[in-house]
């Protein structure tokens, strides 16, 4: 979806609506707050261009030779796969190992295919001009929550259609409750269980007819629609068939656990395979691939695979969550703290959220770790190391946590699993 654009995005929206809300809690007083909406963008095309830059001096550094262009697959030999690279000259080259890492597209919806004009995927989000005065967003998935808040902050009046009846449904229930409090309470127009109609884009923007969850005919006007209803994997122009790659009824590329496909010495990851479409998922199948190809015995472990929506308040989570525990009838203990009781949220001015861990009835392992609230995209990775571990709650509640540090909500989270929470 674009993650460093996005984020950084997120903390400048972020900035100017603290700027305009919040610091005269602080003492801080802002005259004649104005924004650069050019300059915003211009700032997060920096950001990008700085990660490109570091990674083409990674290639540099330990000589990795770079072809810029659209590769695919041309035939298989006793030399290995034949790979064309199309861009500012077609060139050939040939690898016995190949890792294909293409990623994936924003899905469209049928009949409103993507201008980035008016109908925008998460890539024309991104680059939207003008704070629009009204912008829809079908979808409210992490994009969808993520583009919302930046327009909404910027000043946008933002309506968020979702099909689903429930709110974020593969995150904790009760975490999706909290958060969807928050949302609301920003301003943020969440409608769920909803059927998207006729979509119509013209010179004055977007007309959008839906149907509410009471089966309520509506239409809504607005300047700007961004359309995040998921991603679908990138293999068109791969000619995986070239070599007889096998693809499934998505266009993802099979594998197997180990990310190899069905031809030897080819190997897939990230978006264009099985499992989460998360850019650290990606990473760590990369690593562990380069490990097999080496001799190596790579590994990554989907249970233990953090998720973050990097909204205000962000949320985070790992492993099972409570509604998923229910389902599978293990039984379980939870505990909870709300940064409401929390010095260093106090103190930050951000109170909104809770941390919540869940742990095997008998064992205390831990099974999973749900957050909402400040910076929590940082504290999972305590949750993650932990259960890595095979940690219990108890080991958590035992660690010293800095004070005053948001972390101690985790160890608060931690203690209340066996009901016995110092500050709460």
Not at 78 to 105: F, P, R
Request: charged share 25%.
């Amino acid at each position: 979806m674009g993650c460093i654009p996005s984020k950084a995005l997120l903390q400048s929206s972020e900035h100017y609506e603290h700027a305009g809300k919040h610091f005269a809690e602080h003492g801080i007083e802002v005259k004649g707050l104005g924004l650069d909406v050019g300059k915003m963008l211009a700032r997060k095309d920096a950001v990008v261009k700085q990660n490109n830059d570091g990674i083409l001096y990674l290639f540099k550094k330990n000589k990795i030779t770079f072809f810029h262009g659209r590769g695919a697959f041309v035939k298989a030999s006793d030399a290995g796969y034949e790979i064309k690279v199309t861009g500012a000259a077609e060139e050939s080259i040939v690898g016995k190992q190949i890792i294909v890492a293409t990623g994936s597209n924003a899905r469209a919806l049928p009949g409103a295919p993507f201008d980035e004009e008016n109908i925008l995927s998460n890539d024309g989000a991104l680059r939207i001009g003008a704070v629009p005065k009204k912008l829809a967003l079908i979808g409210s998935g992490v994009i969808g929550l993520e583009m919302g808040s930046v327009w909404r902050r910027l000043g946008a009046e933002v309506t968020v259609l979702e099909a689903l009846p429930t709110f974020l449904g593969a995150v904790d229930e009760q975490i999706a409750k909290e958060a969807k409090k928050a949302f609301d309470k920003q301003g943020l127009k969440i409608e769920l269980g909803v059927k998207v109609g006729e979509i119509n884009s013209g010179k004055k923007g977007v007309s959008i007819a839906w149907t509410n969850a009471k089966g309520e005919a509506q239409t809504l006007e607005v300047d700007k629609l961004i359309v995040s209803i998921g991603r679908v994997p990138n293999t068109i122009g791969l000619d995986a068939e070239a070599v007889g790659l096998k693809l499934d009824d998505r266009g993802a590329i099979v594998v197997d656990d180990e990310c190899k496909t069905n031809l030897p010495g080819v190997w897939a990851i990230g978006d264009v395979v099985r499992g989460p479409m998360l850019a650290h998922k990606a990473e760590e199948e990369g690593v562990a691939v380069a490990e097999r190809i080496a001799g190596q015995h790579g590994h990554v472990n989907f249970n233990t695979i953090p998720w973050v929506i990097y909204t205000s308040p962000e949320i985070a989570w790992v492993g099972q969550t409570e509604q998923q525990l229910k389902a599978s009838g293990r039984a379980y203990k939870a505990g909870t703290f709300p940064f409401l009781a929390n010095g260093r949220a106090r103190a930050l001015g951000d109170t909104t959220g809770m941390v919540k861990f869940l742990a095997d009835a008998a064992t205390d392992e831990i099974l999973g770790v749900h957050m909402v609230g400040p910076q929590v995209s940082e504290l999972i990775s305590e949750a993650v190391v932990a259960m890595e571990f095979k940690a219990s709650s108890e080991d958590i509640a035992r660690i010293c946590h800095a004070h005053p540090s948001l972390s101690e909500a985790t160890k608060e989270a931690a203690l209340a699993v066996d009901k016995r929470t110092l500050n709460f």
